[in-house]
Every structure is written in structure tokens, then in C-alpha cells.
């Protein structure tokens, strides 16, 4: 009853024998020679293959992007997936502008699905994050200009240092609380 069996290497060919050709296979691997290979046999399994290079986590994130790169190159017809969440997950970094760029970077390559999950606190919204950053990048790229400006943004403004207002205006009054309820005379909405 599945719709997609991710993760098909060459260690478990085995399986292809269970599938059918209504069901899409994601080839992995880190290869490039290798993944075309496997992408080639996998076709005369199925029509709906997906390559995936294996985005790998950072420290080793241009790498991979580069495998992708040269794959698309290669092959400019088989869907690629780019596995954001090994990026998002694996570094102690807000997922919003993490999602941003590798939304923007896939986009750059042509990348076709963009895979990630929900898996702790600090990615808890990343489907979202990942969903609206992939908007902002479709509509940038025929425009041929950065994401920016577009009506739909994943900014998320924040300071270092807490400015006090009093300290820059000379005649600023602070208020005080009174702690009772007035009606505002123009009445209530």
C-alpha cells in the first residue's frame, strides 16, 4: 500500500522485487557515477524515480550541494530530493533562516522536492518554514532577483542590545500603570 520507499540503495536492491510500477523509489547515494547507474536500473522497475545525492549535515553541506549539483548536470530530468531536515536537525541554529537558504540554494540547482521533518523543539514548524521559504524562491527565480520584497517573508526580526527610548529622546515621559479600567470615550470594539 505504499506510495514511495525512500532510501534504495545498492545494498538493498533486493527489495525491488516486492514493488510494483505504480510506486515511486528514492535512490540514494553519494556517488554521482553510482547514483546515475542506480537511477538507470531503477527505471526499468518503475517510472517514478526520485535521485537524492544525500544532502549531508554541516561541516559537510558544500560537498553535497555540490554532488547535486553535478547530478543535475548530468541529468536534468529526474527528480531530485534534498533532504533539508539532515541540515535543520543537525545544527543548534533557528530553522527559519536555515530553511530560507537551502529553500533558495535548491531552487538554484533544480531541485524538485524538499524533504524535512519535525523532530525536535528547535524545528518545530519547519514543514511551514520550508513550505513558504520554496514560495519566496519559485517566485524570485523568474524574476531573476533575491527573495526579497515579495509580499510573503520568513523574517523574524531580532536585536542584540535592548534600546531604552529614554535614553535617546530628552523629553520622553515614562508611563506609569494606574491599574484601573477607563472606557474610551469613543466607545468599545
Known amino acids: 500500500g505504499a506510495d514511495m520507499v ?3 540503495s545498492y545494498s538493498n536492491l533486493e527489495c525491488l522485487e516486492l514493488l510494483n510500477r505504480d510506486i515511486a523509489v528514492v535512490a540514494v547515494e553519494r556517488d554521482i557515477d553510482r547514483l546515475i547507474k542506480l ?3 531503477l527505471k526499468r522497475k518503475t517510472d517514478k524515480v526520485v535521485a537524492d545525492p544525500i544532502l549531508d549535515p554541516p561541516m559537510k553541506v558544500a560537498s553535497s550541494i555540490a554532488r547535486y549539483v553535478r547530478f543535475r548536470e548530468l541529468d536534468k530530468e529526474t527528480p531530485l530530493l534534498f533532504g533539508v531536515g539532515n541540515v535543520t536537525e543537525l545544527i543548534d541554529a ?3 533562516g536555515i530553511n530560507a537558504i537551502m529553500a533558495c540554494i535548491a531552487e538554484e540547482i533544480g531541485v524538485d522536492l524538499l524533504f ?3 523532530a525536535s523543539n528547535k524545528t518545530r514548524g519547519s514543514v511551514k518554514e520550508l513550505r ?3 514560495y519566496m524562491a519559485k517566485a524570485a527565480k523568474p524574476k531573476n532577483t533575491p527573495p526579497k520584497d515579495l509580499g510573503i517573508d520568513l523574517l523574524v526580526l531580532k536585536e542584540k542590545v535592548r534600546f531604552k527610548t529614554r535614553k535617546y529622546i530628552s523629553n520622553a515621559i515614562e508611563a506609569k500603570a494606574s491599574g484601573e479600567f477607563v472606557r474610551d470615550p469613543k466607545g468599545d470594539f
Open 116 to 118: 524535512t521533518t519535525e
Open 6 to 8: 525512500m532510501s534504495i
Open 94 to 96: 533557528d530553522s527559519i
Open 39 to 41: 537511477v538507470e536500473t
Open 132 to 134: 513558504v521559504a520554496s
